[in-house]
């Protein structure tokens, strides 16, 4: 009888530390966030462009409130938000929940957030809203408040949809 090249207890070892290694780097990896791009104050530009993409999805071109995200530079607008009017903290786990949705993306669709069409990347969004989990839900919910914080602020915007910030009580005294 041939004996074996490496047993099977060195194989099982093995294999668990090239697994604990290979979780430890996608762990760094994810963990690890990309510098501010230089135009920005809080987000890559990898993330101005997922944050880009999101809001196309829920406010495209020709939607009834008027101009779409990127007509009103939604991005820089929910970077100005997270740099200067939210808590600083705020910024990091938005910042996950951005690439959770990319890798999920591709997980599920085989695609990034990017190569996905409008479409496709709205019924990921309301997939994730159904979700049983309600961290997922959570997150999500609080990615789409940002982005609608940051859209529905233009005067544009509250013009369309009849918004006034004066105070309405004192028109009626």
């Known amino acids: 009888m041939a004996q074996a090249l490496i047993s099977r207890r060195r194989l099982i070892a093995g294999s668990v530390l090239i697994a604990t290694a290979l979780s430890a780097g996608g762990a760094a990896w994810f963990l690890n966030l990309e510098d501010a791009a230089p135009h920005a104050q809080a987000l890559s530009q990898r993330e101005l462009l997922w944050v880009s993409a999101l809001g196309m999805a829920l406010f495209p071109m020709g939607n009834p409130i008027g101009p779409s995200f990127d007509e009103v530079d939604g991005a820089m607008r929910v970077d100005t938000l997270l740099a200067e009017f939210l808590l600083p903290k705020a910024a990091t786990p938005l910042r996950y929940v951005l690439k959770s949705l990319d890798i999920g993306a591709r997980l599920s669709l ?34 789409k408040s940002v982005l609608a914080i940051a859209y ?12 006034s910030s004066r105070c309405h009580v004192r028109e009626t005294l």
């Open 110 to 143: 085989g695609a990034s957030l990017l190569e996905l069409d409008q479409s496709a990347r709205l019924q990921l969004l309301l997939d994730w809203s159904k979700q049983e989990n309600v961290a997922r839900r959570a997150s999500l919910d609080g990615l």
């Open 152 to 163: 529905f602020d233009v005067p544009e915007v509250q013009d369309a949809i009849g918004f």
